[in-house]
């Protein structure tokens, strides 16, 4: 369970809370703290994106 691996790598005991967000298209989003992990399809597409708009054609 995420839960259970995200507790065991930072060594802390958390409370967790979800909420649903359809923009995220898909993934997860930990915040801790102020510390946000964003493994979420949305933010690769933007980052990809992002690549996409540097590159010269």
Not at 9 to 25: E, H, Q
Not at 35 to 54: H, P, W, Y
């Amino acid at each position: 369970m995420i839960r259970d691996r995200i507790a065991g790598k930072i060594g802390k005991k958390m409370n967790f809370f979800t909420r649903y967000d359809p923009s995220l298209l898909g993934g997860v989003q930990l915040v801790i703290g102020n510390t946000v992990m964003d493994g979420s399809v949305k933010r690769r597409i933007e980052d990809l994106r992002a690549r996409l708009m540097k590159a010269r054609v």
